[in-house]
């Protein structure tokens, strides 16, 4: 049986900047910028922006659009406007690898 590091290693695994563009060992960088987002007359997000090369963290109350934040990044929602760019490019343009 696996251990716990060999088996997250192995569903996991450690990938890099340079895996996916072919580039030195650079940080990704991603940036979200005046994203507004409503579900009928309920605003969500209102002009949210934020860019960072690092992990960061959103806190928040609840309701305060932190899970709808996260899924337009991960474009389970898209938002009614602004944009999220991955290195300065569009997500729809982005190259995203994939593993199994």
């Known amino acids: 049986m696996l251990q716990d590091q060999q088996l997250h290693s192995h569903y996991f695994p450690k990938t890099t900047h340079s895996d996916i563009h072919g580039e030195d060992d650079k940080q990704m960088e991603l ?3 005046g994203i507004h987002k ?3 007359s309920n605003h969500v997000l209102k002009g949210f922006s934020a860019k960072n090369k690092a992990a960061f963290g959103l806190l928040g109350r609840n309701g305060s659009g932190k899970t709808t934040t996260l899924r ?7 938002p009614d406007s602004g944009e999220v760019l991955i290195d300065g490019v569009g997500k729809s343009q982005s190259y995203v690898k994939i593993y199994n």
Do not use: A, N, P, V
């Open 31 to 33: 940036t979200l910028r």
């Open 38 to 40: 409503s579900f009928e």
């Open 72 to 78: 337009i990044i991960m474009d389970i929602f898209s």
